[in-house]
């Protein structure tokens, strides 16, 4: 297995460009969760999916945001219209809830990331 | 809210000192606490976990509810142990949500 896989690795574009990152999670996991890290704030949770519904989205910074998983396999992130300050790394993680235990933490696997330059 | 602070950006040591990587963390109800650990050019991965009571690469790491803290030691580092290292918290109400510090880079020196 692959692991989780992001395109693009990286992406340079100019402000006020529509950004749009992908991520493939693992076969058979069933949550997936978009990250932002930056130096200041570290690592951020945006946004995560169960079972491709949006289950919190309260980390996601403004209206320029958004995310969608159209299905098991795919998810991604839009940025609309870019900023400057949007320039970060952008991490996909997935985790399996194995056997139906959601109250119990599952270990969360990572991409390799995104770096992103708005300039 | 769930808060996690990691005091030190950095932290620079030579091989063979002991190391110790803070964390505090802030949460009314009973937290599981985690290090996941970047090595260059590497994933972020899950290093350990409080409830396991497991030392991995010779870190361990004890939940102190009292203070509050979850510092990760090693008694005498390696070389190989540099590395970006996050400390991060799961509540007891959405388990699959990570609170994440703002990370220390551990630097260690021949």
Same mark, same amino acid.
């Given at each position: 297995d692959a692991g989780v896989i992001q395109s693009p690795r990286h992406e340079v574009t100019e402000m006020g460009q529509e950004v749009t990152l992908r991520c493939k999670p693992i076969s058979g996991h069933d949550y997936l969760f978009w990250y932002r890290q930056t130096m200041m704030r570290g690592l951020e949770l945006l946004i995560y999916f169960n079972n491709n519904v949006p289950?919190?989205? #309260?980390?996601? *910074?403004?209206? !320029?945001f958004s995310a969608k998983m159209p299905n098991a396999s795919f998810s991604t992130l839009k940025i609309? *219209? #870019?900023? *400057? !300050?949007? #320039?970060a790394v952008y991490f996909c993680a997935s985790s399996l809830v194995a056997g139906g235990r959601v109250r119990s933490y599952n270990e969360q696997f990572f991409g390799p990331g995104t770096r992103l330059t708005v300039l | 809210a769930q808060r996690v602070t990691q005091p030190e950006k950095l932290l620079s040591v030579f091989k063979g000192a002991p190391v110790e990587l803070k964390c505090n963390y802030s949460y009314s109800g009973s937290p599981e606490l985690f290090w996941y650990v970047q090595y260059s050019r590497q994933r972020l991965q899950?290093?350990?976990?409080?409830?396991?009571r497991e030392s991995i690469k010779g870190f361990t790491a004890d939940l102190n509810k009292g203070e509050t803290s979850f510092h990760l030691k090693k008694p005498f580092a390696q070389e190989e142990d540099s590395a970006m290292y996050y400390c991060a918290l799961s509540g007891?109400?959405?388990?699959q949500k990570l609170v994440f510090g703002t990370g220390t880079r551990l630097l260690v020196s021949p």
């Open positions: 289950i919190d989205d #309260s980390g996601m *910074p403004e209206d !320029r609309q *219209p #870019s900023e *400057p !300050r949007d #320039s | 899950l290093l350990l976990r409080h409830i396991s007891d109400t959405g388990f």
